[in-house]
Every structure is written in structure tokens, then in C-alpha cells.
């Protein structure tokens, strides 16, 4: 049972363009919800993250979006760069149990 | 701090052997998760410790595989025996706050 998805496996951007990154969820008690990236042979390292108080949350080019209702987040890069390319894992928390969950992961290339 | 650190990075060994991952996680961090990538589920979670005690072991996927933490600074992952399907790369990651610290992560390859 998985519940944390993201349903597109990979996607391919134009350089310039924005690229979004989609996140689905099925427990409620998520309070933090999070985006790594991975590049091969390394580790994912933090890229953004929001709080379930919140509906959007921006660090420069990447904002995520969250809507509670449908249990639904995104990431949005803009402009898209090269070396944006990368694997994106969401992630969420349950605070009471510390527990970090992924999902599968959203393969990016983005075309020059 | 030089970050999480895992070892081997590569481990080639075959079926029925013992496999011990290790993995130092950054200093003064209470959490430390082990994770497991594969193509076909992603970035899975198999056990997780707070202040060396594991809390959560329910991700691990059978008796074969076991996970300790004697110390604050040190910790296991060991796979008795080792079969084709534990294939995968292992990550153990230590958090602080929201944020999460993974290590390179070791590729376990069982033939």
C-alpha cells in the first residue's frame, strides 16, 4: 500500500519552460511534505519542503504547492535548466512517528 | 562534519553469503533511517532508530535482514543470507529537523 505516489515515472522539459513535478497522498496525517532530488551514484539530498499549514511555499526557481483537500502536491521549476535533470522524490512525515515516506520517484530530463 | 557516511560503496557477493552495510550518520543526530531504492518501488523504508533504539522495523522485508545501532555514531544493516532480489542500492540517512541527510548510498549486487 503505498502512500506517497507520483504517478509519471519520468518527464522532459525544454530548457527555459517550467516543469511540474506531481505528488499524490493517502494519509491524512502527514504534517510535512517534502522534495528530494537525485542525481545517479549519490545520495538525494532536500530541495524544498511544506508544511501541511501551508499551501504554497517558494525557494527561488522551485515552488511546491499543496492542496489538502485533494490530498495533492506539486513541484514547479521555472525556469527549467539542464541541470535540473535528476531523479525528484516526494516525500511526506508524520510527525508523531518521525517517519519519512517516498515515493517512487519522477525521473526529469530537461532538454537544452 | 563530512556528512553520512556509508561503506562498502560496492559490494559484489553471492547468493547465500552474509552482506554488512554500514553507516555513520552525522554527529548529534538522534534519527537514523535505512532505505532501500529499487526501479520498481522506489525509495523504501526499512527500519529507522531514534537515540539508537529501533523504533519502526516494519519495512523490513524478512527475518533475513536485521539492523542494529550500538552506538550513537555507528550502525548495521546485515543480510543472512543474501539472495538475487536484495539487489538494490542501500541508504541510511540521518535528519535533522524536516531535513534529511543521506549517505552515497552502497550498491548491493547478489549473483
Known amino acids: 500500500d503505498q502512500q506517497v505516489k507520483q504517478n509519471s515515472p519520468s518527464l522532459s522539459v525544454q530548457e527555459g519552460r517550467i516543469s511540474i513535478l506531481n505528488c499524490d497522498y493517502t494519509?491524512?496525517?502527514?504534517?510535512?511534505f517534502l522534495w528530494y532530488k537525485k542525481y545517479p551514484a549519490e545520495g538525494p539530498t532536500f530541495l524544498i519542503s511544506i508544511s501541511s499549514i501551508k499551501d504554497k511555499n517558494e525557494d527561488g526557481r522551485f515552488t511546491v504547492f499543496l492542496n489538502k483537500s485533494a490530498k495533492h502536491l506539486s513541484l514547479h521549476i521555472v525556469p527549467s535548466q539542464p541541470g535540473d535533470s535528476a531523479v525528484y522524490f516526494c516525500a511526506a512525515r508524520v510527525t508523531s512517528y518521525d517517519k519519512v515516506i517516498f515515493g517512487p520517484g519522477t525521473s526529469l530530463s530537461v532538454i537544452p | 562534519d563530512a556528512g553520512v557516511i556509508q561503506s562498502p560503496r560496492h559490494e559484489v557477493t553471492e547468493m547465500g553469503q552474509e552482506v554488512t552495510l554500514r553507516c555513520k550518520p552525522i554527529?548529534?543526530?538522534?534519527?537514523l533511517f535505512w532505505y532501500r531504492q529499487t526501479m520498481m518501488r522506489g525509495l523504501e523504508l526499512l527500519i529507522y532508530f531514534n537515540n539508537n533504539v529501533p523504533i519502526d522495523d516494519s519495512g523490513m522485508p524478512e527475518d533475513r535482514f536485521s539492523a542494529k545501532m550500538p552506538n550513537a555514531s555507528f550502525s548495521t544493516l546485515k543480510i543472512q543470507p543474501s539472495e538475487p532480489r536484495d539487489s538494490a542500492v542501500y541508504f541510511c540517512?540521518?535528519?535533522?529537523?524536516?531535513?534529511?541527510?543521506f549517505g552515497q548510498g552502497t550498491r548491493l549486487t547478489v549473483v
Open positions: 540517512a540521518s535528519p535533522e529537523g524536516v531535513e534529511a541527510f
Open positions: 494519509n491524512s496525517m502527514f504534517d510535512y
Open positions: 554527529s548529534g543526530h538522534d534519527y
